[in-house]
């Protein structure tokens, strides 16, 4: 049987002797399936413990919070620590509430792929429904979410129109998801909202006001880097141009771009959001390395500031300013980098990480290395590991020896910390082993198989 990929909601209608009329009308077993795998499987003890696909809910109050969440649960990234109480009520299906006991699925996105991360009950109450199936962590085409929650949504309202109800919340919530999307001005507003972690028409309108000026000298996409980087609820002000260009020019060095280096055949690299992100990285870093004769080799800071375009000396002096994200921004014809971490290690990752985002995504005035966990972020956390130290020459180094000891040894002789070698060994061998799909998926924060 082929394997269904996407997200299916089904609601099997039952009847409902009380409650809202907008709940009798859409009360009914939900099913919910990610690529093909049941994620609200169960038991209830009304049915003597048989196992079910899902249990009795109201359609209604979902397909309410879905439509609710709709621009954050598409392009709000998981947060780089543990997630907000906020950020979980609009994330987590277990928080719709109403009376009903939902999953424990959350639903978060990059921009371009989701992933639904369900688990099962613990310590259910006597009485209620229990979710039973194993620890699920799926990826989903963000297009394919969309698709799922819009026919489910489109369902829910078919069955109020059966029951002559034409009027609800509901209703008015599915016109402005509409309305924004068919809007291009609108529907870069609520993406922009949602990367900052507000609800619609929630967000500081002077800020929103600032924001969007400064996208007209930093680039649009770049941010909305920045907005994804801000924190809970947009806690951190957005950069403007100016905040970005006196950082640069106080603490950062020059660098020539048009000096930087090329890649001249990007056949074997996957289009921008096609695959997952880490796939894109790591493709480019093969191509890069295998382009420059890099082999197995570690690169030197001369050698990879070269790479970039600037000089050595960014890399080997520390930054004499806390910042919160590395960055290289063109502004009058003049390129300035500026590198966050105060440590060697940290700068060449970051450097490499910059590098890749010149060669991926350049064409705005900004190119940003942010802690957020967007597609872009991950494509460049995966290219900077495997062009600093990439995988097999890491594994070639190490042999059958995963001592801490060793792997430190690793680290030195790649110049990058030791963390970057362990998240690079759980990334590529959590992958092999399928780790993303059968495995006890990881908090909705910072993962290495995130990058």
């Known amino acids: 049987m082929e394997r269904a990929e996407g997200l299916t909601l089904k609601l099997v209608p039952h009847p409902l002797d009380r409650g809202a009329p907008e709940e009798r009308a859409t009360f009914g077993a939900l099913e919910m399936r990610a690529n093909g795998r049941c994620l609200t499987e169960g038991v209830a003890p009304h049915c003597s413990n048989e196992l079910l696909p899902g249990p009795y809910v109201s359609g209604y109050h979902m397909a309410e919070w879905l439509m609710w969440n709709w621009w954050r649960l598409l392009w709000e990234s998981p947060p780089a620590n543990e997630p907000s109480r906020e950020w979980m009520f609009s994330h987590c299906l277990s928080s719709i509430g109403e009376g009903y006991v939902w999953p424990n699925i959350v639903i978060s996105s990059d921009g371009f792929r989701a992933i639904a991360a369900s688990t099962p009950t613990v310590d259910a109450a006597p009485g209620l429904y229990r979710y039973v199936g194993a620890p699920a962590f799926e990826v989903i085409a963000a297009e394919d979410m969309e698709a799922g929650i819009r026919h489910f949504a489109h369902s829910v309202l078919e069955r109020l129109h059966a029951a002559n109800l034409s009027d609800t919340n509901l209703h008015r919530l599915w016109r402005d998801v509409d309305q924004a999307g068919g809007d291009a001005q609108t529907a870069r507003l609520r993406r922009f909202e949602a990367r900052l972690g507000h609800d619609p028409d929630e967000a500081d309108e002077a800020v929103v006001r600032v924001s969007f000026e400064a996208a007209k000298n930093l680039g649009a996409n770049a941010l909305e880097e920045l907005a994804a980087d801000s924190g809970p609820r947009g806690a951190a002000t957005v950069p403007t141009m100016k905040t970005m260009a006196d950082s640069a020019n106080d603490s950062g060095f020059d660098a020539q771009p048009q000096d930087a280096v090329k890649l001249h055949q990007r056949g074997g690299i996957p289009a921008w959001s096609t695959v997952a992100a880490w796939r894109v990285g790591v493709a480019a870093a093969r191509a890069l ?114 001592s801490e000891e060793r792997c430190n040894e690793a680290a030195a002789l790649f110049n990058v910390s030791p963390w970057t070698i362990g998240a690079l060994l759980v990334n590529n061998e959590g992958r092999r082993q399928g780790a993303l799909s059968t495995h006890s998926p990881p908090s909705p924060g910072a993962s290495p198989l995130m990058w």
């Not at 921004?329 to 940290?346: C, F, P, V, Y």
């Not at 290219?383 to 070639?396: G, S």
């Open 289 to 402: 390395r295998k382009q420059e004769a890099l082999n197995g080799e570690a690169i030197d800071n001369n050698r990879l500031s070269k790479l970039f375009g600037t000089t050595k000396t960014a890399l080997e002096q520390g930054n004499k300013h806390t910042q919160r994200l590395s960055f290289m921004l063109t502004d009058g014809g003049r390129s300035r980098l500026a590198l966050r971490s105060k440590w060697e290690t940290g700068r060449r990752f970051d450097l490499a990480r910059l590098l890749g985002d010149h060669l991926l995504a350049a064409g705005e005035p900004l190119l940003p290395a942010t802690g957020a966990y967007t597609y872009r972020q991950k494509a460049q956390r995966a290219f900077a590991a495997e062009l600093l130290c990439p995988y097999e020459a890491v594994v070639e180094f190490l042999g059958a020896d995963r």
